[in-house]
């Protein structure tokens, strides 16, 4: 059995040391709690919940308001892309991981850090080009609609189809913007890179919801359409 | 959380440029500032549109002068067509509830007061804030563009309902393009309001200082706070209401247009939709919009009444439980407003139940507030006059909802003018009066001087008398069977209520002349009012705590420590008969 080594610091390390004790005392919620951001994301995903789930009951109400509902199977596509956004949910945990266990190593190293650092940004531009090729996928599923004939207005089944698809569509693309956002924190200044996680666990939330309501919208067009 | 707290300052440092300080600016203190000039601008404007309504129905053939500039079409030689009467109607609801009720109340003085009432140095997310203020002024643009273009604003009432909202240009004028921005607009503002109530919520959890548990928080920020909730789960509904509403009018969806419509000869192309599902939609969010609108102002009286009464609130655990009653039973309701819709009638005793159970609160709240002043040595100063005033006119506006609130009345009394005397006096007068005791009451703070008193108290009485002769007389004209949204009364039932009609016109035109002394007194006291000091109405909460009007960062680089509640007024044995928040003086007994 070991003590734990009395490690020296160098003047650089230490500097960071305490920079991320500051910041992440500040940020508990890689540790426990939750940040002010997270706070925030949690009401965005309520707010996000109740859209759709007014856009749920619209469609149950109009189904069963007359006998107009033409049935039609969903295209392949969608269910290559609901393992795409679910592999996309994998990656982004990757990335967590990863950048969860810097402060850790910064008692060690901060050669170290930098190489978890660089694995996790890895990892999370996977996560972007995962989110992207679903998008791409989903207008390959349209396409797939468009030619059957389904477009928007064709029948009340297809405009429901197109409606819960381009909304999530619009709010994954928002999503992708948001990685974007946190990539550009976590490669900038390198005083800054390691610390700037705030973002991220806001931003995770949010990823993780989208693809949580994709499963939820398939379920749900599965059974309807 | 002191940390969290710090983050939010350390987003943005002082302004220094005009644009940023004064425009553009991340300072929840100028947005509370900016919604509010934006709600004046908007309260003129809706009054003016109900002048419009109220001259033309006391003197129907009598030309208005200049309406024929603002609409050739909708009032040749300045005497209004039936639809442009309704066309003024449905901007003069829209623009009131949505650009004055929500923002007034919740946004204006929620956004300037609210971070400082918990300590705080700005709210969570200063830049969505400021995002928020210019969405909402965006919307109120493109609502504004409805009156000038061709067709006018659209005849369907701040309600829209499908399918007259939905088909288009067949429907009706104002259908066309007025309709179009109408829903955009609205989308928009539903964009806004969501972005703020999510900084309402954020900041509320958060970034409360030392020693401001939940429990300590004063009664205008529980209301604040229960409001974004209701906010933005209401807002979330509108929107996509909105989105579907859309599609029908310019993709040709069916979500809300059934098949068989025959308007203006053209048979329209839409089959299949539910006229009713709008209906839902937007009374699912309608209902507690109303709430929204009301909410802040109760708890905005109960934060002043006792600093004049000099007696603490009764029953504040009960206050915040009632606040939030409401919100929560504000979403079980919303059919009340469809019981002569078609829908199933056994499902109206559903709706009616839980609006009858939403009087308890209501009704224990008014009580709370009534029994506060009951023995109090009364400082009658304006803001205290717009509470005692508003006990009034909300148990007078109160009352008719009970009767409402049952279908077998509602048979008879729904679209009468019962159900616009109803809803002016909760919303268009007991809300307002909430914002001008707000008014009265934080001008001092955020502006570092007094409003004039005597002036005040000129502006209540004449308001106070004027709107119960505006909206008392409609509950009678209801009772005779007076049909709301009637531009003229031919119907021989009708004609011997027209006196009654002008003396309602009268009191409107008076009571709105009234409303100039309150503007002057605004505008002149922000220059040459006397200068306030720190806490003029020895008040206990926080912003009292900190110059008028505060500081950047709201206490000048001070971390509040909170030690009591908001409600230690008439405490003896202490050196004033009240404590502030931040005093750590221990209470003994009172």
């Known amino acids: 059995m070991q003590a734990e080594a009395q490690v020296t610091l160098d003047h650089e390390s230490k500097a960071l040391l305490s920079q991320a004790r500051t910041q992440f005392s500040a940020s508990p919620a890689l540790v426990s709690g939750t940040t002010t951001s997270e706070t925030g994301m949690w009401v965005v995903v309520a707010a996000i919940s109740m859209s759709f789930a007014a856009f749920t009951s619209s469609m149950i109400v109009r189904q069963g308001s007359s006998a107009d509902w033409l049935h039609f199977h969903l295209p392949r596509v969608l269910y290559v892309n609901t393992l795409i956004l679910l592999a996309s949910s994998l990656t982004l945990e990757l990335t967590r991981r990863r950048i969860i266990a810097i402060p850790a190593t910064l008692r060690h190293s901060s050669a170290d850090a930098g190489t978890l650092l660089s694995n996790g940004i890895y990892w999370l531009y996977v996560t972007g080009a995962l989110g992207l090729i679903f998008i791409l996928g989903q207008f390959l599923a349209w396409r797939n609609l468009a030619a059957q004939g389904l477009y928007l207005a064709t029948n009340p089944s297809s405009s429901f189809f197109y409606v819960f698809t381009a909304l999530h569509g619009v709010h994954l693309l928002g999503g992708i913007g948001g990685l974007a956002y946190v990539l550009r924190k976590l490669t900038g200044s390198k005083t800054d890179s390691a610390m700037h996680v705030r973002s991220f666990g806001a931003f995770s939330i949010y990823w993780h919801f989208m693809d949580i309501l994709w499963v939820y919208l398939l379920l749900l067009l599965a059974m309807r359409m | ?590």
């Open chain 2, 1 to 590: 959380m002191q940390e969290t707290s710090l983050q939010a300052v350390h987003q943005h440092a002082p302004p220094t440029s005009f644009i940023r300080k004064h425009v553009f600016s991340l300072d929840h203190k100028v947005i509370g500032k900016q919604y509010y000039g934006l709600a004046l601008v908007a309260v003129f404007v809706g009054m003016i549109l109900s002048w419009l309504m109220r001259i033309h129905l006391a003197w129907p053939t009598w030309p208005i002068p200049g309406l024929d500039k603002l609409s050739a079409v909708g009032a040749p030689a300045g005497v209004m067509t039936p639809e442009y009467y309704l066309s003024l109607m449905t901007m003069h609801g829209t623009i009131m509830v949505f650009f004055v009720l929500t923002n007034a109340p919740f946004a204006a003085f929620g956004n300037y007061f609210l971070p400082i009432q918990i300590g705080a140095e700005d709210m969570a997310f200063p830049r969505f804030n400021m995002m928020s203020f210019w969405t909402t002024f965006t919307a109120f643009l493109v609502m504004v563009a409805a009156f000038f273009v061709s067709d006018g604003p659209p005849i369907s009432g701040w309600t829209a309902y499908a399918p007259l909202s939905a088909i288009g240009k067949d429907a009706g004028p104002g259908l066309a393009m007025g309709q179009n921005l109408w829903a955009i607009s609205i989308a928009i503002f539903c964009v806004g309001s969501l972005l703020g109530a999510l900084n309402f919520i954020a900041t509320t959890l958060d970034l409360r200082t030392k020693g401001m548990s939940l429990s300590r928080m004063p009664y205008s920020t529980w209301a604040w706070f229960v409001t974004a909730v209701i906010s933005l789960l209401a807002f979330a509904v509108l929107l996509p209401a909105c989105i579907l509403l859309i599609l029908d009018r310019t993709a040709g969806t069916s979500f809300f247009i059934a098949s068989g419509l025959v308007l203006s000869d053209h048979l329209q192309p839409h089959s299949g939709g539910s006229t009713l599902l709008w209906q839902h939609l937007f009374w699912f969010f309608g209902h507690p919009e109303v709430y929204i609108a009301i909410l802040p102002s109760i708890g905005i009286v109960a934060t002043i009444l006792p600093v004049f009464a000099r007696k603490p609130l009764l029953g504040p655990r009960a206050t915040i439980g009632c606040m939030i009653a409401i919100g929560f039973l504000s979403y079980m309701v919303w059919g009340h407003h469809m019981f002569v819709s078609g829908m199933n009638p056994f499902s109206a005793n559903l709706f009616s139940v839980p609006t009858l159970f939403i009087t308890i609160p209501a009704t224990i709240l008014t009580l709370l507030l009534s029994a506060t002043v009951y023995g109090a040595k009364m400082r009658f100063h304006t803001p205290a006059l717009f509470c005692l005033g508003f006990i009034s006119v909300f148990i007078s506006g109160g009352v008719s909802g009970f009767f409402l609130a049952q279908p077998s009345l509602d048979v008879y009394l729904h679209a009468t003018y019962f159900v616009v005397a109803h809803f002016h006096f909760v919303m268009a007068v007991a809300s307002i009066f909430g914002v001008f005791a707000a008014t009265y009451f934080w001008f001092p703070k955020m502006f570092g001087r007094m409003m004039n008193d005597t002036l005040g108290k000129w502006h209540f009485w004449l308001t106070f008398i004027g709107v119960y002769c505006i909206f008392m007389p409609m509950h009678y004209l209801g009772l005779a069977g007076n049909v709301r949204r009637y531009s003229a009364f031919v119907d021989d039932y009708l004609i011997p209520l027209i006196p009654v009609h002008k003396f309602i016109t009268i009191a409107a035109l008076a009571t709105g002349a009234a409303q100039f002394i309150f503007l002057f007194n605004l505008i002149w006291s922000r220059f040459k009012g006397p200068i306030a000091p720190e806490n003029p109405w020895e008040a206990t909460s926080l912003e009292w705590s900190t110059t008028s009007p505060p500081p950047f960062d709201n206490f000048g680089g001070r971390h509040m420590v909170v030690y009591q509640g908001p409600n230690e007024f008439g405490v003896e044995g202490s050196a004033n008969d009240y404590v502030m928040q931040t005093s750590p003086e221990k209470i003994v007994s009172r």
